[in-house]
């Protein structure tokens, strides 16, 4: 069995002359160029691709190779699986795997006698080898060429970094180097994934956060490391449509994906190298700040004055309001789509993943000492007391509080679900569900108070538009008065919320 270790890179096909005459290119030891027919088989039911396992031949000259792939270790596009290889003499030979449970269960003949061909790649795949240093050997792939699967056709353009030998930070080295001049970006999805989803016709759609499996024995920086692969494979998966689409909830994902890796920046910080942070917070603030412009302006229109707008749907003023605010949206979604597009998206996600598989976060390298479970009771209580501090001084008559309080929030919320799977049960769906519950009253507080600002800034000096948000703001005050009347009564339920206890942890259940 061999172990393929490698970093898929989606290439715009726009860029792919370009990247043909990156310099990069010019230190490579040997080039070489081959068409690559790769036929993907599976039973009816997809039994093989419902058990991880991908199945392929592909064409090599005259000959034809079988390949037997494993779902394996995926981090933020760096993916590590087993494979196992032989020459394919017309028949399906899964004699040589060496894992007893794939090679037993592909043999039987529910499987073995069901299997047919599903899909089909055709790539031109270049290949440039790479030894940058004594004992280390990479090879960067360029392919470019289709999917084809029932009867449609989805472009292929990307590249793969695959070690011969060496570590993933030589891997990410190369990357990197390359990512400086061409907006490359980590692609998630392996050709035999996306060669499925063309097969069912499987169309995009937004992602949510995925819950992340911790331990409560297993060090801190193991579990950080966790943590923030999967924020970024989050703010992945939704990258292609925030780019592309001009549906919100992509923005939204990313932004929420964004914001949970800032979180677990500042529940980990007093174990962080202290230059983790300082290399990844600037890019992350530039990001946050286009896509919350974005995010806001999604908010104002669809929130705030769409619902007034079809109340009053004859009123003039209001139409010509609404007019800006949809330009003003348009304008800002279409700069946020354009720094997805760019480079700097890309580089600041294969630095994350670079300094995420480095010393001190490499799994081997975890240092023995506090526990999981301790330290994450330990910071989960230094965030409840920070919650109370700012209930304790917010102020119905101070918006900037209550979006401080709401801040707080937000923050023992990412780190309670974070911590899920230390505190499994009705406690802590119970506590999630009701801090979700104040968050989202507390934005939509924040939403209409800043709304106003927002719309001023639409409307400018024109005193017809200027009389157009103040209809909006009548409208929705009788909302917002009545959102500011439950915020006391919030506070209480906040007072008494319990948190659920954490498995392994010396402490009891307490309250808020």
Known sequence: MAEEVELKLALPEAAQRAFLRHPRLRGAVSRQTERLVNVYYDTPAQDLHQRGIALRLRRQGRLWLQTVKCAGRSAAGLTSRPEWEIPYTGNFDFSGIDADAVRDWLDRDRIRGRIAPLFETNFLRTTWRFEPAPGVALLLAFDRGWIAAAGRREAISELEIEIVSGEPRHLFDLAREIAQRLALAPALLSKAERGYRLFHSTPPAPVKAADIALTAAMPPLTAFRLIALSCLEHLQHNHDGGANSDDPEYIHQMRVATRRLRAALRLFAPLLPADFAAAL????????????????????????????????????????????????????????????????????????????????????????????????????????????????????????????????????????????????????????????????????????????????????????????????????????????????????????????????????????
């Open 281 to 512: 917070l600037p890019p992350l603030r530039t990001q946050m700040a286009l896509l919350g412009a974005a995010r806001d302006m999604d908010v104002l229109l669809a929130e705030i004055a769409a619902p007034v707008m079809a109340a009053l749907a004859a009123e003039p003023r209001l139409a010509a309001l609404v007019g800006l605010v949809t330009e003003r949206r348009f304008h800002d979604r279409s700069a946020a789509k354009a720094a997805l597009r760019s480079a700097a998206f890309g580089q600041l996600v294969l630095l994350a993943g670079d300094l995420l598989h480095r010393p001190p976060f490499e799994p081997s390298a975890a240092p023995d000492g506090e526990t999981l479970a301790a330290f994450a009771d330990r910071r989960i209580r230094r965030l409840r007391r920070k919650v109370l501090r700012l209930a304790a001084a917010a102020s119905v008559d101070d918006p900037s509080s209550l979006h401080a309080l709401r801040i707080g929030i937000k923050r023992l919320r990412y780190a309670l679900e974070f911590f899920g799977p230390l505190a499994p049960g009705k406690n802590l769906r119970g506590a999630l569900a009701k801090l979700a519950a104040l968050q989202d009253e507390l934005g939509q507080i924040n939403d209409l108070a800043n709304a106003g600002r927002l719309l001023m800034a639409c409307a400018g000096d024109d005193s017809r538009l200027r009389e157009a948000v103040a209809l909006i703001g009548g409208w929705h005050a009788p909302r917002y008065a009545a959102l500011l009347r439950a915020v006391p009564r919030r506070l209480q339920q906040l007072r008494r919320l319990a948190l659920p206890r954490l498995l392994s942890s010396n402490s009891n259940r307490e309250s808020l």
